[in-house]
T-cell receptor, first 110, second 116 residues
Framework: EDKVVQSPLSLVVHEGDTVTLNCSYEVTNFRSLLWYKQEKKAPTFLFMLTSSGIEKKSGRLSSILDKKELFSILNITATQTGDSAVYLCAVEKGGNKLVFGAGTILRVKS | GAVVSQHPSWVICKSGTSVKIECRSLDFQATTMFWYRQFPKQSLMLMATSNEGSKATYEQGVEKDKFLINHASLTLSTLTVTSAHPEDSSFYIC????????????FGSGTRLTVV
């Protein structure tokens, strides 16, 4: 059975802290791993990772994939209150299906 | 960028009635649309995949007679919750992808359904 496991389930940090969110997976027919940020409604796309060891960066966010160990991390540096959200990890498998993890709830306190 | 519009954003209905949720791709042709359900503090669970002009493929455990999906055009898919009951109350989100663009899943803003 396909599994995507995120940790921690929730996290509270102070502004300026750096956080690392984890995502491990066991999915057949892996195609890519995606990270999303969900605030109140629709998830918004952050990163798509297909190759191991290549860091993707967007501002204070970065992510990397390890296809041998079957995990990915999402880093957020110098956190801001606007980073408070649920961060979802999803694995895309053949057939255009996304398997989502349960998410990590991040709360950044000012 | 790609935009997916989902309507309504919230709906309250009486037990036993049916509710239709629409999902439209505004600036691209969505060859495939997906419907998800999300319970509070839980992740998105795929309910079904629909390809334009063909029957939807439902995930195990999802009643196709209860959750009717129609994808009659390349820009519109609808999910109808038939004979809704309080346990159907949930957050429903659609997403769309255009296989011609290779990848990319754009999500709608979701519909909060409450059945009373």
């Amino acid at each position: 059975e396909d599994k995507v496991v995120q940790s921690p389930l929730s996290l509270v940090v102070h502004e300026g802290d750096t956080v690392t969110l984890n995502c491990s997976y066991e999915v057949t027919n892996f195609r890519s791993l995606l990270w999303y940020k969900q605030e109140k409604k629709a998830p918004t796309f952050l990163f798509m990772l297909t190759s191991s060891g290549i860091e993707k960066k967007s501002g204070r966010l970065s992510s990397i994939l390890d296809k041998k160990e079957l995990f990915s991390i999402l880093n957020i540096t110098a956190t801001q209150t606007g980073d408070s959200a649920v961060y979802l990890c999803a694995v895309e498998k053949g057939g255009n299906k996304l398997v989502f993890g349960a998410g990590t709830i991040l709360r950044v306190k000012s | 960028g790609a935009v997916v519009s989902q309507h309504p954003s919230w709906v309250i209905c009486k037990s036993g009635t049916s509710v239709k949720i629409e999902c439209r791709s505004l600036d691209f042709q969505a060859t495939t649309m997906f419907w998800y359900r999300q319970f509070p503090k839980q992740s998105l669970m795929l309910m079904a995949t629909s390809n334009e002009g063909s029957k939807a493929t439902y995930e195990q455990g999802v009643e196709k007679d209860k959750f009717l999906i129609n994808h009659a055009s390349l820009t519109l898919s609808t999910l109808t919750v038939t004979s809704a009951h309080p346990e159907d109350s949930s957050f429903y989100i659609c997403s769309a992808t255009d296989s011609a663009r290779g990848y990319g899943y754009t999500f709608g803003s979701g519909t909060r359904l409450t059945v009373v």
